[in-house]
């Protein structure tokens, strides 16, 4: 069985840093993009930011209003995707979700969704 | 950006009927569509891929049509367990897209 779970939420002051962490079990990691998607209070889905594979040389790509702030890494080794978020700010705050990307090359949209880890910014 | 724009926002339906929501792209995408559903407090769970191809274990009232700049999601008969948000995605280019959602109601 697929699972995604996510860990690390909390409170943090503005200008301040987190790690976020997905565990995840049930199917070959290396093998898969990831993503990070949040959910502001009350509004839609945001993407966040997506690591590649490893046969894509686990290279990154994120959504302009996190581009320099944020960084989307993975450990293949323990199965695990992580998002250190720098210089945070209240809008930031959100429930932040990771999700599975359906394996093989091309376009292709999440499969599997975590839970999601709630992660406040205020003073 | 891609745009992704869903219609209608909202929408109050009963068990029983068939339900259409619309999604619009502002420029192509070919069929690089996903749609999730999202209730309350929980994750998005994934319905439909490449536009049209269900996602294993969602039942078979749900379907997705579309390629280009138009889609839609239908639900043949809704079921008390529908009733949620939607939403469209697209993945046919990077930022990745999200519809602003279309909430489900009971009426």
């Known amino acids: 069985e697929v699972q995604l779970v996510e860990s690390g939420g909390g409170l943090v002051q503005p200008g301040g840093s987190l790690r976020l962490s997905c565990g995840t079990s049930?199917?070959?990691?290396?093998?898969?993009?990831m993503d990070w998607v949040r959910q502001a209070p009350g509004k839609g889905l945001e993407w966040v930011g997506r690591?590649?594979?490893?046969?894509?040389?686990?290279?990154?790509v994120y959504a302009a209003s996190v581009q320099g702030r944020f960084t989307v890494s993975r450990d293949d080794s323990k199965n695990s995707l992580y998002l250190q978020m720098n210089s945070l700010k209240t809008e930031d705050t959100a429930v932040y979700y990771c999700?599975?990307?359906?394996?093989?090359?091309?376009?292709?949209?999440?499969?599997?969704w975590g839970q999601g880890t709630v992660f406040t910014v205020s003073s | 950006d891609i745009q992704m724009t869903q219609s209608p926002s909202s929408l109050s339906a009963s068990v029983g009927d068939r339900v259409t929501i619309t999604c619009r792209a502002s420029?192509?995408?070919?069929?690089?569509l996903a749609w999730y559903q999202q209730k309350p407090e929980k994750a998005p769970k994934s319905l439909i891929y490449?536009?049209?191809s269900l996602h294993s274990g969602v039942p078979s009232r749900f379907s997705g049509s579309g390629s280009g700049t138009d889609f839609t999601l239908t639900i043949s008969s809704l079921q008390p367990e529908d009733f949620a948000t939607y939403y469209c995605?697209?993945?046919?280019?990077?930022?990745?897209?999200f519809g602003q959602g279309t909430r489900l109601e009971i009426k």
């Open positions: 049930g199917f070959i990691f290396s093998d898969h993009y």
């Open positions: 690591s590649r594979d490893k046969a894509h040389s686990y290279t990154t």
């Open positions: 999700g599975r990307r359906r394996q093989g090359s091309g376009r292709h949209a999440v499969d599997y």
């Open positions: 490449d536009a049209s």
């Open positions: 995605q697209q993945y046919y280019d990077y930022p990745i897209t």
């Open positions: 420029q192509g995408i070919n069929n690089w």
